[in-house]
């Protein structure tokens, strides 16, 4: 079974897993501030669970692609949407600051 590492918290999950469900399901803080109340329930919208993830995943689908093309956020950078985004095998996970988690300072690391 895959290990999500996120915010100091070793996770097991199915091969396939989706990354936002396995996140908010282990109590990990996945949005910034008013992004908890306001976001697209998953959807791939609005951009606010962009974290930036190393390990085995699926590859972009054409949602992620498409709200990481859009401001302020750039689809040149590491980050990806975890609602859209499938756990493979074992990865590591950092979340930035900002609404859209688009930020250059480090909200929380894999190891917390």
């Keep these: 079974m895959p290990k999500v590492l996120?915010?100091?918290k070793t996770i097991e999950c199915y091969a396939?897993?989706?990354?936002?469900?396995?996140?908010?399901?282990?109590?990990?803080?996945?949005?910034?501030g008013g992004a908890k109340l306001i976001n697209c329930r998953g959807i791939g919208s609005?951009?606010?669970?962009?974290?930036?993830?190393?390990?085995e995943v699926s590859a972009a689908n054409w949602r992620?692609?498409?709200r990481r093309s859009?401001?302020?956020h750039s689809p040149t950078t590491e980050l990806r949407l975890a609602c859209q985004t499938?756990?493979?095998?074992?990865?590591?996970?950092?979340?930035?600051?900002?609404?859209?988690?688009?930020?250059?300072?480090?909200?929380?690391t894999p190891e917390g």
């Design 6 to 8: 996120a915010q100091g």
């Design 64 to 66: 992620d692609k498409a």
């Design 46 to 55: 609005c951009g606010t669970c962009a974290v930036k993830v190393e390990g």
């Design 16 to 32: 396939g897993a989706n990354l936002r469900r396995v996140l908010q399901q282990n109590d990990i803080d996945l949005y910034n």
């Design 86 to 108: 499938e756990v493979l095998g074992d990865v590591k996970v950092t979340k930035f600051d900002g609404f859209w988690g688009q930020g250059s300072q480090i909200v929380w």
């Design 70 to 72: 859009l401001p302020p």
